[in-house]
């Protein structure tokens, strides 16, 4: 049965429900858990976190129809920024047409260190630990069996000197994580390394921890846009995909608009790595990290014009060591929901997914930018603030918006007075 989402978010919330239901894109349970509101019960919370005293809730909304290596997915968005999730389903919906997000998983493995000090013979040690690498291997892997038995475990280990402020031993190991994100994993591992490497390398332990620079889970993703489908005007469009390219090459070579650049990526997936119950903390501190791979930080895409077939191309590289299981996944109602709108994804489907989600978010920006300007949206957006803030009922919030940007008079005390206005006429 085919889908059309035309007019979807003009739709009441229970039309929208309903819409869901007729076309069963979720099963009964995640159906109720949405209609009932069913979300995370306290005492689940309450076993999740310290001190806690209750739950924080934020708007749980999906972009329609995201095509992903000739796949089709409805992606779940944890945001509070409407034109978020607006950017994003117009990107996608232009992408959709050209062709979809083409994704490339680079390798899906995560890496973890044990920090080595007063090691009084560099090269002996790493001669000795090399020599004992496949042990060292093994007792990795025993420390941590049942993800061997699902296929992951210890892939590699090696180590490093580190001669900076103070000397250090580095012990890299990577590992399989399979389905899970392997903070866990990583860190049992390597606490049952600790030992054997102090005696190896005749030196203390500092630490032993997994790394969010997580160099061995990149991610790409890429697109081709249709020139033409970026304005009616042929010239016009064509100038708005040079500026995009234009757009790109600043956000590479000035780390002030790299930051806003990259920030706006992470609009997109931050929202989909919190509906899915991922750490969207360790996510973005390894791709900031990875933005600044080549000494300086710079944005995470690259837009440039294939001259031959007139389209946009655009690519985003950056580590996702995404996870379908572990952690807290299981036990948010709302995650599972999540889970089920997107058809229940492996770890590195849903990378490609989120990888995509970035790369479609900063093109709907940049258009934006080098168009009509990112204020026009933002300005309907503060209205919007401020009418709830003034206690605009359903049908007063859209009257009450437009006539604060007609004015634009964007104070709390003018949309109060604009509403006790209209309440009086009615």
Same mark, same amino acid.
């Given at each position: 049965?085919?889908?059309?989402?035309?007019?979807?978010?003009?739709?009441?919330?229970?039309?929208?429900?309903?819409?869901?239901?007729?076309?069963?894109?979720?099963?009964?349970?995640?159906?109720?858990?949405?209609?009932?509101?069913?979300?995370?019960?306290?005492?689940?919370?309450?076993?999740?976190?310290?001190?806690?005293?209750?739950?924080?809730?934020?708007?749980?909304?999906?972009?329609?129809?995201?095509?992903?290596?000739?796949?089709? +997915?409805?992606?779940?968005?944890?945001?509070?920024?409407?034109?978020?999730?607006?950017?994003?389903? =117009? &990107?996608?919906?232009?992408?959709?047409?050209?062709?979809?997000?083409?994704?490339?998983?680079?390798?899906?493995?995560?890496?973890?260190?044990?920090?080595?000090?007063?090691?009084?013979?560099?090269?002996?040690?790493?001669?000795?630990?090399?020599?004992?690498?496949?042990?060292?291997?093994?007792?990795?892997?025993?420390?941590?069996?049942?993800?061997?038995?699902?296929?992951?475990?210890?892939?590699?280990?090696?180590?490093?000197?580190?001669?900076?402020?103070?000397?250090?031993?580095?012990?890299?190991?990577?590992?399989?994580?399979?389905?899970?994100?392997?903070?866990?994993? @990583?860190?049992?591992?390597?606490? &049952?390394?600790? *030992?054997? @490497?102090?005696?190896?390398?005749?030196?203390?332990?500092?630490?032993?921890?997994?790394?969010?620079?997580?160099?061995?889970?990149?991610?790409?993703?890429?697109?081709?846009?249709?020139?033409?489908?970026?304005?009616?005007?042929?010239?016009?469009?064509?100038?708005?995909?040079?500026?995009?390219?234009? &757009?790109?090459? =600043? &956000?590479?070579?000035?780390?002030?608009?790299?930051?806003?650049?990259?920030?706006?990526?992470?609009?997109?997936?931050?929202?989909?790595?919190?509906?899915?119950?991922?750490?969207?903390?360790?996510?973005?501190?390894?791709?900031?990290?990875?933005?600044?791979?080549?000494?300086? +930080?710079?944005? @995470? #895409?690259?837009?440039?014009?294939?001259?031959?077939? !007139?389209?946009?191309?655009?690519?985003?590289?950056?580590? @996702?060591?995404?996870? #379908?299981?572990?952690?807290?996944?299981?036990?948010?109602?709302?995650?599972?929901?999540?889970?089920?709108?997107?058809?229940?994804? #492996?770890?590195?489907?849903?990378?490609?997914?989120?990888?995509?989600?970035?790369?479609?978010?900063? =093109?709907?920006?940049?258009?934006?930018?080098?168009?009509?300007?990112? !204020?026009?949206?933002?300005?309907?957006? !503060?209205?919007?603030?401020?009418?709830?803030?003034?206690?605009?009922?359903? *049908?007063?919030?859209?009257?009450?918006?437009?006539?604060?940007?007609?004015?634009?008079?964007?104070?709390?005390?003018?949309?109060?007075?604009?509403?006790?206005?209209?309440?009086?006429?009615?």
């Amino acid at each position: 049965m085919k889908l059309s989402w035309t007019g979807f978010s003009k739709k009441s919330l229970q039309e929208r429900l309903k819409f869901l239901q007729d076309y069963h894109l979720l099963n009964e349970n995640n159906q109720a858990n949405l209609e009932y509101n069913h979300t995370l019960p306290l005492s689940t919370a309450d076993q999740m976190s310290e001190n806690v005293i209750g739950t924080f809730a934020l708007p749980y909304a999906f972009v329609p129809e995201v095509m992903v290596d000739g796949q089709v +997915y409805q992606v779940p968005f944890v945001t509070e920024e409407p034109s978020v999730v607006a950017a994003a389903s =117009f &990107a996608a919906k232009m992408i959709k047409r050209s062709g979809g997000f083409k994704t490339t998983i680079h390798n899906r493995q995560m890496i973890g260190q044990v920090a080595l000090y007063h090691v009084p013979d560099i090269k002996n040690a790493i001669n000795n630990i090399q020599e004992k690498k496949q042990k060292l291997l093994e007792l990795a892997n025993q420390a941590h069996p049942s993800i061997v038995k699902r296929g992951g475990g210890a892939r590699h280990l090696h180590a490093e000197y580190l001669n900076g402020e103070a000397e250090f031993l580095i012990v890299y190991l990577t590992v399989d994580t399979q389905e899970a994100m392997g903070a866990n994993i @990583l860190n049992t591992m390597l606490e &049952a390394l600790k *030992t054997p @490497l102090e005696e190896l390398s005749g030196g203390k332990s500092l630490m032993a921890i997994l790394s969010n620079y997580a160099t061995e889970a990149l991610v790409t993703a890429t697109c081709e846009i249709d020139i033409r489908f970026l304005d009616r005007n042929k010239s016009e469009a064509l100038d708005i995909a040079k500026k995009i390219v234009l &757009a790109s090459q =600043f &956000a590479k070579q000035d780390p002030y608009r790299a930051s806003t650049h990259n920030k706006g990526i992470f609009n997109g997936i931050d929202a989909v790595v919190l509906a899915t119950g991922n750490d969207w903390r360790a996510i973005e501190a390894g791709a900031h990290a990875y933005a600044s791979r080549n000494g300086t +930080y710079q944005g @995470l #895409t690259t837009w440039s014009i294939k001259e031959a077939t !007139q389209t946009l191309y655009g690519e985003i590289t950056l580590p @996702l060591p995404i996870a #379908t299981k572990g952690g807290s996944i299981g036990l948010n109602p709302t995650v599972q929901v999540s889970f089920d709108l997107l058809n229940q994804p #492996t770890a590195k489907e849903l990378a490609s997914i989120i990888a995509s989600i970035g790369l479609a978010q900063n =093109f709907a920006a940049l258009k934006a930018l080098v168009s009509t300007g990112i !204020q026009q949206g933002h300005m309907k957006l !503060q209205a919007k603030s401020l009418a709830l803030l003034a206690g605009a009922q359903d *049908t007063e919030i859209s009257p009450l918006v437009s006539q604060l940007i007609s004015e634009k008079n964007f104070s709390l005390k003018r949309a109060q007075e604009i509403l006790e206005d209209f309440r009086q006429k009615s």
